[in-house]
């Protein structure tokens, strides 16, 4: 139940070598399928609120380097890296629960396949996964790795995973608080980027984040969102931990430009 969830997946990689090396032996699976679903909610939850604020493809070469647009690409890009990391996760809790199956080899023929024999290689871990897994796991699990629209693997895993009742605004605001770090920064500037009524308190918020990149992008985003408490917000930042911080803490205090 780690929040962290780089500390969660040097856990599972950790356990997963263990129980294959046969030098633990678990009696109780319960954690890890309680763990396994955990990781597929964040998923789906990621997907649905991705899906609510009709977030597209990440950063392309005509995409703009700044504005709504650009932060939107950013973040499109940040949660498909956060289900890519899940779905990793996910395949390292399946071999603590499937220790002889060659779940790290299924893993890297689903996700990791490339070059002309990628489409074979793809089907054939399909075609294990759906022998190995029970019927209620794969109907959860399987949709996530498809190749099909987000819109069609929303439909297929909707009783299980149900959209949440929130709108674009709620979203964003909600991707500003996620564990992701990177998720974080990229909500952040999104939000500062927009017009969502919340911009003002989620930037404020961010400046006192875990996180040094969330906070350096709170800084950069005050002039344009607080404007009238920029210099003073930037002033409470000048001793951050973090030097790169506290140099844009010091470009919004003497007026000058600031770059994300």
Known sequence: EEPDEELRGRMYRALA??????????????????????????????????ERL????????????NGEVA?????????????TQV?????????????????????????????????RRRANAVELLDNLLDRDLKKRFLPLVEDSPRS??????????????????????????????????????????SENPQRRERVRGALTDGSAVVREVAVVSLPSTVPDEASLLAQERLKDDAAFVRKQAERVQSGGGVSP
Request: aromatic share 4%; net charge neutral.
């Open 152 to 193: 069609e693997r929303l439909t297929q895993v909707a009783e299980a995973y149900p959209a949440p009742a929130i709108t674009a605004e709620q979203a964003l605001a909600e991707l500003c608080t996620d564990e992701a770090a990177w998720v974080r920064a990229c909500a952040v500037w999104c939000i500062a980027q």
């Open 71 to 83: 932060a939107r690409a950013l973040l499109a890009s940040a949660l498909k890296e956060k289900v």
């Open 17 to 50: 070598r263990a129980v294959k090396g046969r030098r633990l032996m678990l009696k109780d699976l319960g954690p890890v399928r309680g763990a396994l679903e955990r990781e597929l909610a964040r998923a789906w939850l990621a997907l649905h609120r991705a």
């Open 87 to 119: 779905e990793h996760r996910v395949f390292l809790l399946l071999a603590v629960l499937y220790p002889d199956a060659g779940m790290e080899q299924i893993a890297a023929g689903l996700l990791d396949a490339s070059g002309s024999d990628a489409t």
């Open 54 to 65: 009709g977030l597209q493809d990440g950063p392309g070469p005509n995409t703009p380097r």
